[in-house]
DNA sequence: CTGAAAGCGCTTACAG
DNA sequence: CTGAAAGCGCTTACAG
């Protein structure tokens, strides 16, 4: 049906194999036969068969995506475009997958396998998701790069942002405003994510000298659907005396404590200042603006391509210095932090 | 590297042949031979290769996701989901690209046509990019499914909500709330997508009677670059009279106006109604809480890719019925909608 | 510089 | 029920 090199070839009197070369700029052609069959395969419409090409050059020319099929897409869309960008640069192509149940992703792997993905890249996985991942890659042949989530053994290239220096941008702009009474506003109770992200803050506010209220430390959930997050926002919003400013772990929470603090009558941010992170679309349109941290998403799928064609291609690299890769935070001051309503004398 | 049937086949002391046949169900293999080829398969580790598989039988085995690289992404990854859903279901993987300039359209186009994928689904083009891409497409052979984007010229596939329905639902809502009011604050001025909006909304107007102002029918615009909507958001809200209600043509228009009004000392949602179009992930944290519609992005990306394949399979189908699939819409009530203040006295 | 051969891993008629 | 042949569209040594 479509146009193959035979037939041009044989439209010209010649080898097909003279086409092969011709077309790939390979071998010694004569530079008036090279033009005659660029011209002839432009005029029949000839397009190689890349199928067929990756199973003779036995390259393998796809790079899979893997995600939990959330509704928290934001993040995940920006990452696939920044791995999409590096992939092209690689003539490779991104294979998008999802998986919603533990045992989805037996069957994700297989299909990895049968396309002969170069690699496979991972990101938003539930903790549980992750361990499922690791124990069955183990025998398989495939390097896997782990994005945001933390893989529990070292992994072939694992890419995230620096969030250490996120939460430290975010204390040092709050205590720049004068704050010292914050409080911690977190996702799911058992989460890996959360542990790091409390780690980071409880190191961050000790750090900067300040002291960490072990009661305004709360867990909400990572997910919208549960009353768990507007339950933890009311009990953060009715301690006595209250935080003056609450740093959020997510976007979504931080839009919670808004609102919620809105609606106890709080005036915003003089009266409680409130950060988010990551940066999310929307969260630039609350009202007040959020106070956010980048976290680089759209470089994060750029370097997990990179750093998974490094793996395949075995250049040997330093250890540790590929899968663990720290990408920049940047502070995104908006307008949902002030300095408190009654600044605290100083020490 | 990898295990073939032939090693298989050799194990065992038999046919290539008749390990293909036993691996796809097909022909007649002895049941005890096959049991024992399959658990040799297994035992070595073998993954049928499927870009050879892929070659050989012609079948193609990928649909392409097009769409323009943008931040406004929620309902992108949404339709990819339900893609791909749909696509695992034939076993077609999905092949994920975006483009930045209309110059990138043609090496998309290129792409698919070399790795032969059976069609492509385009969303989130801009209107150039549509015409660009309907132009480059049209001497190709390769089904085109256009999601939400209007195709200028009849497609093989156009996918969409039924956003006439959608505004007839707010416009149904907020005249049984007592508003009459009513504005309207659209996208960009040259857009298809803010055009169609509109004559939707007059029409839906019309029909319950109300009177359409023209002086508020502002138009801001889909990106969140300019200022353009902060602007056009004000002049709204400086109208004397002003308008009970403003139904926005998007989400992160109406959240834009709600944090102008909020900011203009207006009460919401007493003092004013908004209304949001496409319910994206954090639309629903905004304070008040939006009130929207749900367009069916999953189901839209499922339904794109059924039609898609219906196209291949050349299955006739009523003229018109294909190409042609609106989809539901549904109102979401939540918080930033109330009667006013001042109910208008009934005709 | 050009041609003829072999092979990538698979499937599909065609004989036995 | 099983085997041997041909072919999918391409690339890559190997001769001339």
Same mark, same amino acid.
């Given at each position: 049906?479509?146009?193959?090199?035979?037939?041009?070839?044989?439209?010209?009197?010649?080898?097909?194999?003279?086409?092969?070369?011709?077309?790939?700029?390979?071998?010694?052609? +004569?530079?008036?036969?090279? /033009?005659?069959?660029?011209?002839?395969?432009?005029?029949?419409?000839?397009?190689?068969?890349?199928?067929?090409?990756?199973?003779?050059?036995?390259?393998?020319?796809?790079? @899979?995506?893997?995600?939990? =099929?959330? /509704?928290?897409?934001?993040?995940?869309?920006?990452?696939?475009?920044?791995?999409? /960008?590096?992939?092209?640069?690689?003539?490779?192509?991104?294979?998008?997958?999802?998986?919603?149940?533990?045992?989805?992703?037996?069957?994700?792997?297989?299909?990895?396998?049968?396309?002969?993905?170069?690699?496979?890249?991972?990101?938003?996985?539930?903790?549980?998701?992750?361990?499922?991942?690791?124990?069955?890659?183990?025998?398989?042949?495939?390097?896997?790069?782990?994005? =945001?989530?933390?893989?529990?053994? !070292? +992994? /072939?290239?694992?890419?995230?942002?620096?969030?250490?220096? @996120?939460?430290?941008?975010?204390?040092?702009?709050?205590?720049?405003?004068?704050?010292?009474?914050?409080?911690?506003?977190?996702?799911?109770?058992?989460?890996?994510?959360?542990?790091?992200? =409390?780690?980071?803050?409880?190191?961050?506010?000790?750090?900067?000298?300040?002291?960490?209220?072990?009661?305004?430390?709360?867990?909400?959930?990572?997910?919208?659907?549960?009353?768990?997050?507007?339950?933890?926002?009311?009990?953060?919003?009715?301690?006595?005396?209250?935080?003056?400013?609450?740093?959020?772990? @997510?976007?979504?929470?931080?839009?919670?404590?808004?609102?919620?603090?809105?609606?106890?009558?709080?005036?915003?941010?003089?009266?409680?200042?409130?950060? @988010?992170?990551?940066?999310?679309?929307? +969260?630039?349109?609350?009202?007040?603006?959020?106070?956010?941290?980048?976290?680089?998403?759209?470089?994060?799928?750029?370097?997990?391509?990179?750093?998974?064609?490094?793996?395949?291609?075995?250049?040997?690299?330093?250890?540790?210095?590929?899968?663990?890769?720290?990408?920049?935070?940047?502070?995104?001051?908006? +307008?949902?932090?002030?300095? !408190?309503?009654?600044?605290?004398?100083?020490?």
């Amino acid at each position: 049906m479509a146009v193959t090199q035979k037939q041009i070839a044989h439209e010209l009197g010649i080898s097909h194999q003279l086409v092969s070369f011709a077309l790939n700029g390979n071998g010694n052609v +004569a530079p008036k036969t090279r /033009d005659e069959i660029v011209a002839t395969a432009e005029r029949l419409g000839y397009r190689r068969n890349e199928l067929a090409r990756a199973m003779v050059t036995g390259k393998s020319s796809a790079l @899979g995506f893997l995600s939990f =099929e959330s /509704d928290q897409s934001d993040h995940l869309m920006r990452v696939l475009s920044g791995a999409i /960008d590096a992939a092209n640069e690689h003539q490779l192509f991104i294979k998008a997958m999802h998986y919603r149940e533990l045992s989805d992703i037996r069957g994700v792997l297989e299909r990895c396998l049968e396309w002969r993905v170069a690699g496979l890249m991972v990101m938003n996985l539930t903790d549980e998701a992750v361990e499922t991942l690791e124990h069955e890659v183990k025998q398989l042949d495939m390097p896997v790069a782990f994005i =945001e989530n933390p893989p529990s053994h !070292p +992994a /072939d290239v694992w890419v995230r942002s620096d969030d250490y220096h @996120g939460l430290q941008q975010i204390i040092e702009h709050l205590t720049a405003l004068g704050h010292r009474e914050i409080a911690f506003f977190n996702g799911n109770a058992e989460s890996r994510l959360s542990e790091k992200r =409390e780690t980071h803050f409880r190191r961050v506010m000790e750090c900067a000298g300040l002291f960490v209220n072990e009661a305004w430390l709360v867990r909400g959930s990572w997910g919208l659907e549960s009353p768990l997050n507007e339950e933890a926002a009311q009990k953060l919003l009715a301690f006595q005396p209250r935080p003056t400013a609450v740093v959020c772990s @997510g976007d979504p929470l931080a839009m919670i404590l808004i609102r919620e603090a809105q609606n106890a009558g709080l005036k915003l941010p003089q009266e409680l200042s409130v950060t @988010g992170f990551a940066d999310f679309y929307l +969260a630039g349109l609350s009202n007040p603006a959020l106070t956010t941290v980048d976290q680089s998403f759209r470089v994060m799928g750029r370097v997990a391509v990179e750093q998974l064609l490094s793996c395949i291609s075995a250049t040997p690299v330093p250890n540790g210095q590929r899968w663990n890769q720290l990408l920049p935070t940047r502070l995104i001051v908006r +307008a949902s932090t002030a300095p !408190p309503l009654c600044v605290p004398t100083p020490l």
